[in-house]
């Protein structure tokens, strides 16, 4: 377990039980998103791509490309963006923390901006 | 006060629950699914970028794991001879017919081969070592062999790796470390070549003191069910270490990347500290860019959590040590909980001094994804000019760690500049996986990548059907493939 740093605990209470509610359900449809298996992820502005290159840094390996790998799956489950700022920093359950000196709370908010994108893109058709 | 002490078992409850959520769940990975051949070969169910496609050139191979273009055009395969899981084969070097048709170029032993790379007329070609030392060959189109390198300690886990030639005309090529984390323990018996080699263990290119830290296991190498070993690290299995010892570094020496002359001569040391560097590639601009295969979740030091790396490695300043086995991504091991597994202890420095510290890499694939062979478009005929591609053959679990769902089983686009990954070609629809566990008829495991000298067609070595489960892997002799793709007419 590495729940290293609970600061607040009624916040990490909803946030755990929105997480078991919501975020460690199956997926909702397919979290597959861009080339080659669906629509292009075309990034246009500045903080959606300095979002992708901090989820390329610390969040691809567990969560290739938003899709399930070591970690469950982001793109098919649009949590609120404060509950993914809360778990990026507190970590939860497998997940570390990741403190401001990792991820400052610029490249935060551009990180969840990109995560909104991902999860707006449409994923593959079904087949 | 009540209140407070509800709100904190409730916690407790939501925190357990969660860890157990990972912990609990079973493994999802993509060769942990039932096979009947044959294999179905049907391109239409790869998916790539609009504007490119694929069709299969060679079909029916045995565990192929590199593909080479020569100067002329014309394409080779190599048939490695071996596969995890203990399958032993004829290592062959092929050349594939217009019609599909395979000529044997030579066949040998020692191996697994592992890749060979065309260049001034001739072949350049790695055995992988696995029962008598890595070697590096000079092959000449009628298979005169001629060794440029050999006795490379590659006897264990991971083998020598393929070729790549440098600016400079000289050989470069990576040699895998003989364990997964420093200790030669259940997970090497398990392998098969600690009853082979039982003397085997890492071996480091530069002098290293030991922490002195020991692991010990059960003993199955003895009669006695209730026999113990105690191993300490770059030492045999059932020798223990002391704190302070040194271990001399020589070469050739594995977890290192090295390069001889295209004639042969001295060896030179290029990096060390890489727990795998299985590709390895120079960019137009005269870079080298090598993938390695990161840590696992087995064996007496088990780690968490670690993606395959993309490196730039400085050729023209050679030595420096990347972090193996104390390092990842030049974050380390030992501080912190982020590398531990589930149930495990957390990993503790095995040297007692390091020699500097690492480099940060270009980027992390996916964890367990086996980020393997890469290549360079050497030119903007096909797009994507200055990104690597790579071939993810996919991962191993449960054996080397648990995934929730397929990792890997694509060819992938890594802008160096940015560190971005971008699937490049990867089995349609809306889950992830090889073809085996899908359905249909597209890639199953990735291995090698390589661009023909005019930049037109990108080759693809598919290693075939490859089970997996608690008792390790299961090859598929017979449905290796060679892929094609190029860019449709008028783009």
């Known amino acids: ?127 | 006060m009540c209140s407070l002490v509800r709100l904190t078992l409730l916690l407790m409850v939501f925190s357990v629950g969660l860890s157990g959520c990972y912990r609990f769940a079973s493994s999802e990975g993509g060769g942990q699914a039932a096979f009947s051949p044959p294999r179905t070969i049907a391109p239409a169910d790869v998916a790539l970028p609009a504007g490119y496609r694929i069709e299969a050139i060679a079909v029916d191979l045995t565990y192929p794991t590199a593909v080479t273009v020569d100067d002329r055009g014309q394409v080779y395969v190599v048939e490695g001879g071996y596969s995890y899981g203990e399958a032993w084969a004829e290592p062959r070097l092929l050349r594939i017919e217009p019609d599909g048709a395979t000529t044997v170029i030579v066949a040998g032993d020692n191996p697994p081969w592992t890749g060979v790379v065309f260049h001034d007329g001739a072949f350049y070609l790695s055995e992988g070592g696995l029962l008598e030392g890595g070697r590096i060959v000079h092959l000449t189109m009628d298979g005169q062999v001629t060794p440029l390198v050999e006795n490379i300690p590659t006897h264990g886990d991971h083998h020598t790796n393929a070729p790549a030639v440098g600016p400079d005309g000289k050989i470069y090529f990576g040699a895998g470390t003989t364990t997964n984390s420093g200790v030669v323990g259940i997970d090497n018996i398990r392998f098969g070549w600690v009853e082979r080699f039982p003397d085997f263990h890492d071996v480091p290119a530069r002098d290293i003191a030991l922490a002195g830290r020991n692991h010990e296991t059960t003993n199955p190498l003895t009669a006695d069910p209730d026999d113990t070993a105690v191993t300490g690290a770059f030492l045999p299995f059932g020798t223990p270490s002391a704190p302070g010892q040194r271990i001399a570094g020589r070469l050739p020496a594995n977890g290192a990347i090295m390069r001889v002359a295209a004639a042969g001569g001295k060896m030179e040391l290029v990096a060390w500290g890489l727990r795998n560097p299985y590709g390895l590639a120079f960019s137009p601009d005269g870079q080298l860019f090598a993938t390695e295969n990161q840590f696992d979740v087995r064996g007496s030091r088990p780690i968490w959590g670690t993606g395959d790396l993309l490196w730039q490695i400085d050729w023209r300043q050679p030595g420096r040590w990347h972090g193996w086995p104390d390092f990842f991504a030049g974050q380390p091991l030992a501080e912190g909980d982020r590398f531990q597994a589930p149930g495990e202890p957390a990993p503790q420095f095995l040297l007692a001094d390091h020699p500097e510290t690492p480099p940060t890499p270009v980027t992390r694939f996916a964890v367990h994804a086996s980020a393997n062979g890469l290549d360079f478009p050497p030119n903007n005929a096909f797009g994507f000019e200055g990104h690597a591609f790579v071939a993810q053959f996919g991962d191993l679990a449960p054996a080397v760690g648990k995934v929730l769902a397929p990792v890997g089983y694509n060819v992938v686009t890594v802008d160096p500049a940015s560190g971005v990954i971008v699937p490049f070609a990867a089995n349609a629809g809306p889950t992830n996986g090889p073809a085996s566990q899908l359905g249909g008829g597209g890639l199953e495991r990735p291995v090698d990548v390589a661009f023909s000298p005019d930049g037109t067609a990108l080759y693809i070595a598919d290693f075939g059907v490859m089970t997996t489960s608690d008792q390790g892997p299961q090859p598929r002799a017979g449905t290796g493939v060679v892929w094609r793709v190029t860019r449709e007419p008028g783009r």
């Open chain 1, 1 to 127: 377990m590495k729940l290293s740093h609970p600061t607040s605990l009624i916040v990490l209470l909803v946030a755990g039980a929105v997480l078991l509610a919501v975020g460690m359900a199956p997926g909702c449809g397919s979290a597959r998103r861009g080339t080659p298996v669906a629509e292009p992820v075309r990034l246009a502005e500045a903080d959606l791509i300095e979002g992708r290159q901090i989820f390329a840094t610390h969040c691809y390996q567990c969560h290739p490309g938003g899709e399930a790998g070591l970690a469950p799956a982001i793109n098919n489950k649009p949590l609120p963006g404060w509950l993914m700022r809360l778990q990026v920093r507190q970590g939860l359950g497998a997940m570390p923390a990741f403190p401001e000196h990792e991820i400052n709370d610029d490249e935060l908010d551009h990180l969840i901006a990109y995560l909104n994108h991902l999860q707006s893109l449409d994923p593959p058709p079904l087949e």
